[in-house]
């Protein structure tokens, strides 16, 4: 024990000349409380849920500043001021003088999480799930694996000049690339990992499993071994690079044989490649992990019983309808309509409802929250898969989505084909064509990889060929072109037509639907001269001439009004009266949209952007009167997931929208929800009561085609020939599928 004496009174000599010494007491205690006040008001928007989701990540970042900056820049200003000659004078033992600016590092830096935990708890309101012991204890290990650092740059660095110099390179990339400054799942796949080579990620991971997690002392092993590891094999080690005089020369092979240490720990870490908690969007709501996944079988198969509903009307999706009919669905497909059938044996009686297809939302981005993008929860893999739920409960069996990530949709597609994920039908687009850093790519633009994920920039016509060859390959349903110079006040490149007409040739020789995102009438004339087959929004500017080509030629019109009013509506803060919003959705996406940190709300204060935004739905409207007059083939498609267009029930609200204010009928309005929307997906399958289709059906208390309103009263919805519970929907587990990433693939 003689390497470590007088550790004691060493330690308390420099607790004593840290806590007497003002700027000491700034670096150590006051700067990380107003570090945690600054973020949580310009990353948290000072709101409670948002604050309390990147605590965990402000706690790393000023424990990792204690250590790389604080105990480094302590032990070389006391060297150069020849503290440690005299120390060594006494004599002290290099053990001795490490050890005792580890307690005290340590002692500060406990203190310090305590005061940080306690401002969060009172200004914000935070609260966590894992108890407080739990989470100091944590931090102290935390702490304790970030010390070493420390001590290497403490050690290495010759004088004040290159210390500040070393102390940064060693923080910046610790805290950008760990998770700890930017959630690491809105990361490219090559950044997290990369990250498993920090300790700092594993310092992240552990205190989210505490704080968010629930993880209370059943700490998650991988990080808790890393971080012990670290401590065991980098403390000793940089204890060893210690140096008493600053004009001495660096003890280079002890420092090297410690980076090589700790390089081989990290090293092997990243070849094990384990993918961390704090990788995967957090939850929005925990999952009850003991409710019985949907029952596999071979794809779409469904329930090998017999069913047969009868007494009820039926509405075939085509247009035909059945006063008390009857639908035999076996094996998950309907094998037989018909008239009759009143009290069939072993049949349910239907009588007095209706039933209709399953719904097809045509137009859906499953990676949007439909809030205004205030927190990360937004984009969670639970926010998706319960907005999967709520498409289902409300009869939405079979949705296209639009620009998400097509290796999502496959997955998701697979899933459900396997009966291992309770979801709507998936058809896609997979990513758009849009010109270089044109509309939507330029936004994505603060997300390092995702624009290359979920578009196609393409400079020339050659480029178009190859990204629909490419992307036909990959099992897309339809091929989405970009047409759009941005939004109020920009002007952003749009495709070329020679490169958009030689993408649209190569999706007809593919037999690959097309339809194009467009922002004005000009656009729209040139993607219908082009060929394609369908328009995605109305024009407001939507004039006579394009009115009578749209439906001379037989395009397809997908209004999104849904989207359109919610916008407005939100950039207006009205708030969201809607009962069955309140119940079904997610409350932080609904939320969001009057969050402080909302992007809707930013919006929002410019009068011009409230008066602009109001004006361009109004002119929305207006446009789609014609249009319906005009004939224009119309698909109902909700935008679902951007503001104030919500998943699920945004196909309502817009199937009401084009009855209330654009002039169809109930009965149309169905049609342009089943029938016509699977006929552009060439899909006889989905949209109709047939024999041969899928067993997707919706029963309700209520005619729709009189009253389109009736769809919001669901009495049971049949998908893959089985009824769904709709009230345990959202508290059940509803299978194995996982996005890639919930990031707004909008």
Known sequence: MRRFRGVGALTWAFLVQSWRSKPALFWNLVLPLLFLIGLSYVFGGGETERVTWIVPGILTINLLSASVFGLALHMVSLRERGMYRRLRATPATSSTVV???????????????????????????????????????????????????????????????????????????????????????????????????????????????????????????????????????????????????????????????????????????????????????????????????????????????????????????????????????????????????????????????????????????????????????????????????????????????????????????????????????????????????????????????????????????????????????????????????????????????????AGMDAARAMSLATTAHVDSDLHARLAIRLGVRGIEHVPPDLSAETIAELAERGVTLTPTLAASEGLARAIRGEAVTDSDVRRWVDPRVVVSLTSPGSWVTRVGASAEAVAYYTRRHERTLEAIRRAVAGGVPILAGSDAGNPGAFHGLGLLRELELLVDAAGMTPAEALISATGAAARRLGSTDVGRIAPGAFADLVVLDGDPSVDIRALRRVRAVYFRGERLDRETILTSAPGDWMPRAGVDRR
Request: glycine share 12%.
């Open 99 to 501: 050890t005792a600016h580890v307690v005290t590092a340590m002692a500060n830096m406990m203190v310090s999480v305590a005061l940080q935990l306690a401002l969060a708890r009172a200004l914000f309101g935070v609260t966590f799930w894992g108890d407080s012991p739990a989470l100091m204890a944590a931090s102290a290990l935390a702490a304790l694996a970030l010390l070493p650092l420390g001590l290497l740059v403490g050690g290495g660095a010759r004088d004040m000049k290159s210390a500040p110099m070393i102390s940064n390179l060693v923080f910046f990339p610790m805290m950008f690339l760990s998770g700890a400054a930017m959630p690491l799942f809105l990361m490219p796949d090559w950044i997290r990992t990369l990250a498993l080579a920090l300790p700092s990620t594993y310092v992240v991971d552990l205190l989210q499993a505490v704080a968010l997690r629930g993880a209370g002392f059943g700490w998650p092993a991988f990080p808790t071994v890393m971080l012990v590891l670290t401590v065991l094999v980098g403390m000793p080690l940089a204890a060893a690079a210690f140096r008493w005089e600053s004009e001495g020369p660096i003890e280079r092979r002890r420092v090297a044989v410690a980076v090589v240490c700790l390089a081989a720990l990290y090293g092997a870490a990243l070849l094990r490649g384990e993918a961390l908690e704090s990788s995967r969007p957090p939850p929005t709501e925990p999952l009850p992990s003991e409710a019985p996944l949907p029952s596999a079988g071979v794809p779409d198969s469904g329930s090998s019983d017999r069913t047969v509903l009868f007494g009820a009307t039926i509405l075939d999706g085509l247009g035909g309808r059945i006063e008390r009919g009857r639908v035999t669905i076996e094996g998950g497909r309907i094998v037989e309509v018909a008239a009759g059938g009143v009290g069939t044996e072993g049949g349910t009686d239907m009588g007095g409802a209706f039933i209709v297809p399953g719904l097809i939302d045509s137009h859906v981005h499953l990676g949007g929250s439909a809030g205004g993008a205030a927190s990360s929860a937004e984009f969670s893999a639970a926010r998706l898969r319960r907005d999967l739920q709520v498409y289902l409960a409300w009869g939405v069996t079979s949705f296209v989505s639009m620009t998400d990530d097509p290796d999502d949709l496959r997955s998701l597609r697979e899933a459900v084909g396997r009966g291992t994920m309770r979801a709507p039908r998936p058809f896609f687009s997979g990513p758009g064509l849009t010109a270089p850093r044109g509309h939507p790519s330029v936004y994505f633009a603060a997300v390092p990889g995702l624009a290359g994920r979920i578009t196609r920039q393409i400079d020339s016509p050659e480029g178009a060929v190859a990204a629909v060859r490419e992307l036909g390959a990959g099992g897309v349903d339809l091929i989405k072109f970009y047409l759009d110079a941005g939004r109020i006040g920009e002007s952003l490149p749009v495709l070329t037509e020679s490169a958009a007409a």
